[in-house]
């Protein structure tokens, strides 16, 4: 199975940029799909930015234009560049990835979550 490890996050005055880090290891045979989810103190939990294992990148609406999310197929680690933040990206960051096994089957992991605070 696989175990994602997170790094970054941390507190920052608006305007100002935080940079995660996603690293997954274990046993797997591939990871397709790898992102961030987040979730801030009022609201659930919602997606922030993907991107698959070729490279094409999904972003919430909320950070287009701010957020930029990268990753490293042969370090199995995504990254996730966050720039003019804002108050309201303040929340726990959650690393996500899809691993396949050898045996075609997929399944999703999930990292422990970091702590981003913006202030005012």
């Known amino acids: 199975q696989a175990q994602l490890v997170e790094s970054g996050g941390g507190s920052v005055q608006a305007g100002g940029s935080l940079r995660l880090s996603c690293a997954a290891t274990?046993?797997?045979?591939?990871?397709?799909?790898m992102g961030w989810y987040r979730q801030g103190p009022r609201s659930q939990r919602e997606l922030a930015a993907s991107i698959t294992k070729d490279g094409s990148t999904n972003y919430a609406n909320s950070v287009k234009g701010r957020f930029s999310i990268s990753r490293d197929n042969v370090k199995n680690t995504v990254y996730l560049e966050m720039s003019s933040l804002k108050p309201e990206d303040t929340g726990v960051y959650y690393c996500?990835?899809?691993?396949?096994?050898?045996?075609?089957?997929?399944?999703?992991?999930w990292g422990q979550g970091t702590q981003v605070t913006v202030s005012s």
């Open positions: 274990g046993s797997f045979f591939t990871i397709n799909t």
């Open positions: 996500y990835a899809a691993p396949t096994l050898s045996t075609g089957a997929v399944y999703t992991v």
